[in-house]
């Protein structure tokens, strides 16, 4: 979506020696600015619950609202950039996110908190996509390995410093420290940007605005049906006609995106065999395992009665496995394949989810430490070959659209994961404000049905042939982050 192959630039700057060595900090600074965000976020659901006086299950809303805003709009990301400039676009994108954050920090109210939320990821996706786009056009291919490598780090750092440093926030200072975290961050962000971004601008084709409105609005509607945006005592009949009403826009897109020369998501890479396993496999992977963050400090605080600190050093060892797994993850690809490692892993990892569901209060800590970490490792492989499969079989020229989709479609599974999790979770847990005992009951029985769902995803896997994804083990760039 970043630009076509027709597009022609209208400027190159070149980029100083001083801007090339700061980009990559700054790029890096953004993913993890929006990386820390939600990991950070999830180790304080329950204390955030207390304060503004709602069930824990109704932050479901606060997580998947922020994933839902990405989903909307990182596909017009690269459009806008094109059209009004990278620096400005991106130090714009820094600047809603500054102000979201402490929006966010003064909430006294949950409905409140979710559209301060969706401010955020309004910023957020704005940030990371043309950050890297910036990278893209300021560095050589032969420096590009290189540099994204550097600044994919902290998506693997973050998640390891989030639990603890959001249990620390909330022991020891206070929950509204978790947003306002960001704003210092945010305010020298804004003043290096403007310094130091190179500014690249490209014609543009015409915005498919009427694409944006009917794609943005059936997944943010088929969200609330999901009850993304808190509790709701809407009649059976009423939730139906919304669903039908989200489905029937999501059709209309896909109807206008065949017609429309230049569609907001360009289709018709869903033809390619491991671009359609990829993207489709991600989806409803993580169906099953997105809602494992919210899951989790839910089961260790409110069921378990581990301290927030407690819980985030419960959860730490998953980012540790995962940055362990980058070093083998290359060989590994190459000596089984694409196609075996993803059959294989989803099955693992259904199978991780369920014995999570045999924790309870007599659970040796090592026996939790332990399998967070087989966790951890398990997941880092799954995420980082079903995001470089994405890139297997498409052209250059195909790249950038393949990027757009395959994020927009990972952050609607987050959103959608948190959602089903949160949804089984109140399905065995008819009270928000449940004892301790009948947490755990029922978060364990939301952790079996979605372990199954994982199992079950394993079949979009098996369309992928043996060779499939042999050329990208080596020569593409991974996609950051999970």
Same mark, same amino acid.
């Given at each position: 979506?970043?630009?076509?192959?027709?597009?022609?630039?209208?400027?190159?700057?070149?980029?100083?020696?001083?801007?090339?060595?700061?980009?990559?900090?700054?790029?890096?600074?953004?993913?993890?600015?929006?990386?820390?965000?939600?990991?950070?976020?999830?180790?304080?659901?329950?204390?955030?619950?207390?304060?503004?006086?709602?069930?824990?299950?109704?932050?479901?809303?606060?997580?998947?609202?922020?994933?839902?805003?990405?989903?909307?709009?990182?596909?017009?990301?690269?459009?806008?950039?094109?059209?009004?400039?990278?620096?400005?676009?991106?130090?714009?994108a820094i600047g809603l996110f500054?102000?979201?954050?402490?929006?966010?920090?003064?909430?006294?109210?949950?409905?409140?908190?979710?559209?301060?939320?969706?401010?955020?990821?309004?910023?957020?996706?704005?940030?990371?996509?043309?950050?890297?786009?910036?990278?893209?056009?300021?560095?050589?291919?032969?420096?590009?390995?290189?540099?994204?490598?550097?600044?994919?780090?902290?998506?693997?750092?973050?998640?390891?410093?989030?639990?603890?440093?959001?249990?620390?926030?909330?022991?020891?200072?206070?929950?509204?420290?978790?947003?306002?975290?960001?704003?210092?961050?945010?305010?020298?962000?804004?003043?290096?940007?403007?310094?130091?971004?190179?500014?690249?601008?490209?014609?543009?084709?015409?915005?498919?605005?009427?694409?944006?409105?009917?794609?943005?609005?059936?997944?943010?509607?088929?969200?609330?049906?999901?009850?993304?945006?808190?509790e709701h005592t809407l009649s059976?009949?009423?939730?139906?006609?919304?669903?039908?009403?989200?489905?029937?826009?999501?059709?209309?897109?896909?109807?206008?995106?065949?017609?429309?020369?230049?569609?907001?998501?360009?289709?018709?890479?869903?033809?390619?065999?491991?671009?359609?396993?990829?993207?489709?496999?991600?989806?409803?992977?993580?169906?099953?395992?997105?809602?494992?963050?919210? =899951? !989790?400090? *839910? &089961?260790?605080?409110?069921?378990?009665?581990? +301290?927030? @600190?407690?819980?985030? $050093? /419960?959860?730490?060892?998953?980012?540790?496995?995962?940055?362990?797994?980058?070093?083998?993850?290359?060989?590994?690809?190459?000596?089984?394949?694409?196609?075996?490692?993803?059959?294989?892993?989803?099955?693992?990892?259904? =199978? !991780?989810? *369920? &014995?999570?569901?045999?924790?309870?209060?007599? +659970?040796? @800590?090592?026996?939790? $430490? /332990?399998?967070?970490?087989?966790?951890?490792?398990?997941?880092?492989?799954?995420?980082?070959?079903?995001?470089?499969?994405?890139?297997?079989?498409?052209?250059?020229?195909?790249?950038?659209?393949?990027?757009?989709?395959?994020?927009?479609?990972?952050?609607?599974?987050?959103?959608?994961?948190v959602a089903t999790a949160g949804?089984?979770?109140?399905?065995?847990?008819?009270?928000?404000?449940?004892?301790?005992?009948?947490?755990?009951?029922?978060?364990?029985?939301?952790?079996?049905?979605?372990?199954?769902?994982?199992?079950?995803?394993?079949?979009?896997?098996?369309?992928?042939?043996?060779?499939?994804?042999?050329?990208?083990?080596?020569?593409?760039?991974?996609?950051?982050?999970?």
């Amino acid at each position: 979506m970043a630009s076509t192959e027709s597009s022609k630039a209208i400027a190159s700057p070149v980029a100083s020696d001083a801007a090339k060595r700061l980009l990559p900090w700054l790029v890096a600074v953004a993913f993890f600015m929006e990386s820390l965000d939600t990991t950070i976020l999830n180790t304080a659901v329950p204390a955030i619950s207390a304060a503004l006086h709602v069930g824990p299950l109704s932050m479901k809303a606060v997580l998947a609202s922020y994933t839902l805003s990405l989903a909307v709009f990182i596909p017009i990301s690269g459009w806008v950039a094109d059209r009004f400039g990278t620096r400005r676009v991106f130090a714009a994108a820094i600047g809603l996110f500054t102000l979201g954050s402490f929006l966010c920090g003064v909430s006294s109210d949950i409905h409140v908190l979710v559209a301060c939320r969706i401010l955020q990821g309004f910023g957020g996706s704005m940030m990371v996509p043309v950050g890297r786009l910036t990278l893209v056009r300021t560095f050589a291919k032969s420096d590009l390995l290189r540099t994204m490598s550097f600044v994919s780090i902290p998506s693997l750092v973050a998640p390891m410093l989030g639990p603890i440093a959001g249990g620390l926030i909330v022991g020891y200072l206070h929950w509204r420290f978790i947003f306002f975290l960001n704003i210092p961050i945010g305010l020298i962000g804004l003043v290096l940007v403007y310094l130091h971004l190179p500014d690249y601008r490209e014609e543009t084709h015409p915005l498919d605005v009427v694409g944006l409105i009917l794609f943005g609005s059936g997944i943010a509607l088929l969200s609330y049906v999901l009850e993304v945006f808190g509790e709701h005592t809407l009649s059976a009949r009423e939730i139906s006609g919304m669903l039908v009403l989200s489905l029937s826009l999501l059709a209309g897109y896909w109807l206008h995106a065949k017609s429309f020369p230049y569609p907001l998501l360009q289709l018709s890479l869903f033809k390619i065999r491991t671009f359609r396993a990829a993207v489709s496999g991600s989806f409803f992977t993580r169906l099953g395992i997105g809602g494992v963050p919210f =899951l !989790l400090p *839910l &089961l260790y605080q409110v069921g378990l009665g581990f +301290t927030p @600190v407690q819980s985030g $050093l /419960l959860i730490m060892p998953q980012a540790l496995a995962a940055m362990s797994m980058k070093m083998i993850m290359p060989r590994l690809l190459a000596t089984i394949g694409y196609r075996w490692v993803l059959i294989s892993n989803t099955i693992i990892l259904g =199978l !991780l989810l *369920l &014995l999570f569901a045999t924790i309870g209060l007599h +659970t040796s @800590v090592w026996v939790i $430490l /332990l399998q967070a970490f087989f966790y951890g490792a398990f997941t880092s492989l799954q995420y980082t070959s079903m995001n470089t499969l994405v890139y297997a079989d498409t052209t250059d020229q195909q790249t950038s659209a393949a990027s757009s989709i395959a994020s927009t479609m990972q952050q609607m599974s987050i959103s959608f994961g948190v959602a089903t999790a949160g949804l089984a979770t109140t399905f065995f847990v008819p009270s928000g404000h449940a004892a301790a005992a009948d947490m755990i009951q029922g978060i364990h029985k939301a952790l079996i049905g979605l372990g199954a769902l994982t199992i079950v995803s394993t079949i979009v896997f098996r369309s992928l042939k043996p060779g499939d994804g042999d050329s990208v083990s080596h020569q593409k760039v991974f996609h950051p982050g999970g």
